[in-house]
C-alpha cells in the first residue's frame, strides 16, 4: 500500500491546517490509518488513528484540539488541526495497517508552528 500524505506547511500560533493521506489499494481493507509525528530529538509519537470500525483514539495532547477522519470510499485520512502550537511543530506521518498484517507509512509533511 502506498501512501500520498500532503498539506504541510507554515502556519501561526492559534491557526489551523488539515492534512490529507491518500492510500493506493482497492484490495486490501484499511484496518487503521493514523497520523503520528515526530519532532526533532525527540521519539515518533502517535497523534492520532481511526479504525475501520470507527472508533478514534487521540494523543492527550492534541485532544479537543485535532479530528482525525476518513474516507473510505477514497481511502483516504485527513487530520483536522485547530488552535496549532509551537509545539505542534513536527514531521507528520501517515501510517495505514491494511489487512492486520501490512504497515504502510507516508513520505513524512512537515508542519512549523511559528509566529
Known amino acids: 500500500v502506498q501512501l500520498q500524505a500532503s498539506g504541510g506547511g507554515s502556519v501561526q500560533p492559534g491557526g489551523s491546517l488539515r492534512l490529507s493521506c491518500a492510500a493506493s489499494?482497492?484490495?486490501?481493507?484499511?484496518?487503521?490509518m493514523g497520523w503520528y509525528r515526530q519532532a526533532p530529538g525527540k521519539q515518533r509519537e502517535m497523534v492520532a488513528v481511526a479504525t475501520s470500525a470507527g472508533t478514534t483514539n487521540y494523543a492527550d495532547s492534541v485532544k479537543g484540539r485535532f479530528t482525525i477522519s476518513r474516507d473510505n470510499a477514497k481511502n483516504t485520512v485527513y487530520l483536522q488541526m485547530n488552535s496549532l502550537k509551537p509545539e505542534d511543530t513536527a514531521v507528520y506521518y501517515c501510517?495505514?495497517?491494511?489487512?492486520?498484517?501490512?504497515?504502510?507509512w507516508g513520505q513524512g509533511t512537515q508542519l512549523t508552528v511559528s509566529s
Open positions: 489499494t482497492s484490495r486490501f481493507i484499511l484496518n487503521s
Open positions: 501510517k495505514v495497517v491494511a489487512a492486520g498484517i501490512y504497515i504502510s
